[in-house]
Protein backbone atom coordinates (compact mmCIF):
# COMPACT_ATOMS: atom_id res chain seq x y z
CA UNK A 1 0.00 0.00 0.00
CA UNK A 2 1.11 3.48 -0.42
CA UNK A 3 2.23 5.73 2.42
CA UNK A 4 2.17 9.49 1.35
CA UNK A 5 4.72 10.57 4.40
CA UNK A 6 7.22 8.43 3.39
CA UNK A 7 7.49 10.05 0.04
CA UNK A 8 10.34 12.80 -0.78
CA UNK A 9 9.27 13.31 -3.76
CA UNK A 10 11.94 15.26 -6.48
CA UNK A 11 9.83 14.83 -10.35
CA UNK A 12 7.42 17.30 -11.46
CA UNK A 13 4.31 15.77 -10.70
CA UNK A 14 5.10 14.86 -6.74
CA UNK A 15 2.48 16.85 -5.44
CA UNK A 16 -0.57 14.94 -7.74
CA UNK A 17 1.67 11.82 -6.78
CA UNK A 18 1.26 12.85 -3.17
CA UNK A 19 -2.52 13.45 -3.18
CA UNK A 20 -2.98 9.63 -4.89
CA UNK A 21 -0.68 7.97 -2.13
CA UNK A 22 -3.48 9.34 0.22
CA UNK A 23 -6.31 7.73 -1.65
CA UNK A 24 -5.66 5.02 -3.59
CA UNK A 25 -5.07 2.62 -0.17
CA UNK A 26 -8.62 1.29 -0.96
CA UNK A 27 -10.87 1.50 -4.30
CA UNK A 28 -13.80 2.86 -3.23
CA UNK A 29 -16.10 4.21 -5.78
CA UNK A 30 -15.52 8.20 -6.68
CA UNK A 31 -17.02 10.36 -9.04
CA UNK A 32 -15.69 12.84 -10.74
CA UNK A 33 -18.04 15.38 -12.72
CA UNK A 34 -18.51 15.08 -16.29
CA UNK A 35 -18.62 18.83 -16.68
CA UNK A 36 -16.45 21.68 -14.88
CA UNK A 37 -16.35 25.23 -14.85
CA UNK A 38 -13.76 27.57 -13.96
CA UNK A 39 -14.12 30.97 -12.73
CA UNK A 40 -11.70 32.64 -14.47
CA UNK A 41 -12.42 30.85 -18.03
CA UNK A 42 -16.34 29.91 -17.80
CA UNK A 43 -15.77 26.48 -19.94
CA UNK A 44 -17.41 23.15 -19.54
CA UNK A 45 -15.62 19.89 -20.13
CA UNK A 46 -12.73 20.63 -22.09
CA UNK A 47 -10.92 18.88 -25.30
CA UNK A 48 -8.52 17.13 -22.85
CA UNK A 49 -11.13 15.68 -20.54
CA UNK A 50 -13.40 14.49 -23.54
CA UNK A 51 -11.81 11.05 -23.87
CA UNK A 52 -12.99 10.30 -20.32
CA UNK A 53 -16.86 10.82 -21.46
CA UNK A 54 -15.78 9.00 -24.82
CA UNK A 55 -14.21 5.98 -22.70
CA UNK A 56 -17.11 6.20 -19.76
CA UNK A 57 -14.15 6.51 -17.14
CA UNK A 58 -15.45 9.32 -15.43
CA UNK A 59 -15.60 7.49 -12.16
CA UNK A 60 -12.33 5.96 -9.98
CA UNK A 61 -13.53 2.29 -9.87
CA UNK A 62 -13.67 2.45 -14.27
CA UNK A 63 -10.37 3.85 -14.39
CA UNK A 64 -9.08 1.49 -12.09
CA UNK A 65 -10.73 -1.19 -14.21
CA UNK A 66 -8.96 0.27 -17.52
CA UNK A 67 -5.44 0.05 -16.05
CA UNK A 68 -6.09 -3.43 -15.51
CA UNK A 69 -7.22 -3.55 -18.65
CA UNK A 70 -4.27 -2.35 -20.19
CA UNK A 71 -1.36 -4.11 -18.00
CA UNK A 72 -3.61 -7.30 -19.26
CA UNK A 73 -2.98 -5.85 -22.94
CA UNK A 74 -6.81 -5.80 -23.29
CA UNK A 75 -6.91 -2.43 -23.86
CA UNK A 76 -6.82 -0.37 -27.08
CA UNK A 77 -3.92 1.45 -27.85
CA UNK A 78 -4.77 4.01 -29.64
CA UNK A 79 -7.50 4.65 -26.82
CA UNK A 80 -4.83 4.76 -24.22
CA UNK A 81 -2.49 7.11 -25.95
CA UNK A 82 -5.20 9.59 -26.37
CA UNK A 83 -5.60 9.43 -22.25
CA UNK A 84 -2.32 9.64 -22.15
CA UNK A 85 -1.41 12.50 -24.24
CA UNK A 86 -4.86 14.38 -22.17
CA UNK A 87 -3.22 13.97 -18.91
CA UNK A 88 0.22 15.08 -19.83
CA UNK A 89 -0.88 17.99 -21.74
CA UNK A 90 -3.34 18.57 -18.75
CA UNK A 91 -0.34 19.07 -16.71
CA UNK A 92 1.06 21.15 -19.09
CA UNK A 93 -2.45 23.62 -18.76
CA UNK A 94 -2.44 23.50 -15.35
CA UNK A 95 0.98 23.25 -13.60
CA UNK A 96 1.74 23.48 -10.02
CA UNK A 97 3.96 27.15 -9.50
CA UNK A 98 8.12 26.13 -10.37
CA UNK A 99 8.34 26.11 -6.81
CA UNK A 100 6.39 25.57 -4.07
CA UNK A 101 6.51 23.84 -0.65
CA UNK A 102 4.58 20.10 -0.52
CA UNK A 103 2.53 18.84 2.38
CA UNK A 104 5.46 17.90 4.23
CA UNK A 105 7.12 21.19 4.35
CA UNK A 106 9.49 20.47 2.04
CA UNK A 107 10.59 23.19 -0.91
CA UNK A 108 10.31 21.33 -4.44
CA UNK A 109 11.27 22.67 -7.54
CA UNK A 110 10.27 21.43 -10.60
CA UNK A 111 13.09 19.99 -13.23
CA UNK A 112 12.89 21.73 -16.34
CA UNK A 113 14.54 18.41 -18.25
CA UNK A 114 10.88 16.89 -17.22
CA UNK A 115 8.50 19.71 -18.93
CA UNK A 116 10.64 19.68 -21.73
CA UNK A 117 9.76 16.55 -22.42
CA UNK A 118 6.42 16.58 -21.60
CA UNK A 119 5.98 19.44 -24.15
CA UNK A 120 7.80 17.28 -26.64
CA UNK A 121 5.79 14.36 -26.24
CA UNK A 122 2.46 16.24 -26.35
CA UNK A 123 3.85 18.07 -29.52
CA UNK A 124 4.56 15.27 -31.58
CA UNK A 125 1.07 13.92 -32.59
CA UNK A 126 -1.27 16.75 -31.19
CA UNK A 127 -3.47 14.65 -30.28
CA UNK A 128 -2.17 11.20 -28.63
CA UNK A 129 1.55 10.07 -27.70
CA UNK A 130 2.27 7.07 -29.77
CA UNK A 131 3.36 4.96 -26.90
CA UNK A 132 1.56 1.45 -27.84
CA UNK A 133 -0.07 0.64 -30.87
CA UNK A 134 -2.99 -2.16 -32.00
CA UNK A 135 -3.74 -5.59 -32.13
CA UNK A 136 -3.03 -6.50 -28.21
CA UNK A 137 -1.93 -3.07 -26.91
CA UNK A 138 1.77 -3.39 -28.15
CA UNK A 139 4.63 -1.53 -27.92
CA UNK A 140 4.69 1.14 -30.00
CA UNK A 141 7.75 3.46 -30.44
CA UNK A 142 10.42 3.13 -28.24
CA UNK A 143 11.89 6.34 -28.31
CA UNK A 144 8.33 7.16 -26.76
CA UNK A 145 8.52 4.69 -24.39
CA UNK A 146 11.58 5.76 -23.39
CA UNK A 147 10.92 9.25 -22.81
CA UNK A 148 8.00 8.40 -20.89
CA UNK A 149 9.76 6.43 -18.50
CA UNK A 150 12.39 8.97 -17.78
CA UNK A 151 9.46 11.15 -16.36
CA UNK A 152 9.01 8.49 -13.49
CA UNK A 153 10.98 8.22 -10.26
CA UNK A 154 14.74 6.61 -10.56
CA UNK A 155 15.33 3.28 -8.59
CA UNK A 156 18.15 5.24 -6.62
CA UNK A 157 17.06 8.60 -6.87
CA UNK A 158 13.78 8.68 -5.30
CA UNK A 159 13.19 4.70 -4.13
CA UNK A 160 10.14 5.22 -2.03
CA UNK A 161 8.18 6.70 -4.67
CA UNK A 162 9.50 4.31 -7.42
CA UNK A 163 8.87 1.48 -5.37
CA UNK A 164 5.22 2.91 -4.53
CA UNK A 165 4.85 2.63 -8.25
CA UNK A 166 5.64 -0.79 -8.75
CA UNK A 167 3.29 -1.77 -5.38
CA UNK A 168 0.32 -0.07 -7.53
CA UNK A 169 1.31 -2.84 -10.63
CA UNK A 170 0.93 -5.81 -8.37
CA UNK A 171 -2.41 -4.54 -6.52
CA UNK A 172 -3.78 -3.98 -10.23
CA UNK A 173 -1.84 -6.53 -11.87
CA UNK A 174 -1.18 -9.61 -9.02
CA UNK A 175 2.37 -9.54 -8.03
CA UNK A 176 3.01 -13.22 -9.66
CA UNK A 177 1.23 -11.86 -12.65
CA UNK A 178 3.68 -9.02 -12.90
CA UNK A 179 6.65 -11.51 -13.53
CA UNK A 180 4.86 -13.85 -15.46
CA UNK A 181 3.77 -11.28 -17.91
CA UNK A 182 7.37 -9.47 -18.43
CA UNK A 183 8.65 -13.06 -19.32
CA UNK A 184 6.01 -14.03 -21.19
CA UNK A 185 5.32 -10.70 -23.37
CA UNK A 186 9.02 -8.76 -22.43
CA UNK A 187 8.87 -5.50 -24.56
CA UNK A 188 4.96 -5.22 -24.76
CA UNK A 189 4.61 -5.38 -21.42
CA UNK A 190 7.74 -3.34 -20.60
CA UNK A 191 5.71 -0.72 -22.58
CA UNK A 192 2.31 -1.29 -21.16
CA UNK A 193 3.86 -1.14 -17.25
CA UNK A 194 5.87 2.50 -18.49
CA UNK A 195 2.15 3.59 -19.27
CA UNK A 196 0.28 2.66 -16.68
CA UNK A 197 2.97 4.15 -14.28
CA UNK A 198 2.93 6.90 -16.20
CA UNK A 199 -0.69 7.89 -15.90
CA UNK A 200 -0.72 6.99 -12.34
CA UNK A 201 1.87 8.97 -11.36
CA UNK A 202 0.06 11.88 -13.09
CA UNK A 203 -2.94 11.18 -11.10
CA UNK A 204 -4.81 9.68 -13.68
CA UNK A 205 -6.69 7.30 -11.21
CA UNK A 206 -7.42 9.62 -8.53
CA UNK A 207 -8.55 12.68 -10.45
CA UNK A 208 -8.56 11.44 -14.29
CA UNK A 209 -7.78 14.68 -15.91
CA UNK A 210 -7.38 18.27 -14.76
CA UNK A 211 -10.10 20.78 -15.71
CA UNK A 212 -8.84 23.02 -13.45
CA UNK A 213 -5.51 24.34 -12.00
CA UNK A 214 -4.70 22.71 -8.55
CA UNK A 215 -2.94 25.65 -6.81
CA UNK A 216 -4.68 29.45 -7.14
Request: with cysteine; net charge negative.
Amino acid sequence: LLHSNAFAFTSPSNYYFHRLARHTQTKQRSSLPASQTTNDDNISISQNSAVLERLDLTEQIDRWLYLQDLLEGDAKGEDTNEILFSVIKSFLDYPPPRKFTDEEGENIILEDSHVETMENLVSIDGCSIQALKDPDCKAGELIVVNALEGLLPGEFENNDAYKSLWDMMEQLHGREAVGQSKASDGPNWDARCVVARVLIYFDFLQDGILEKPQYQ
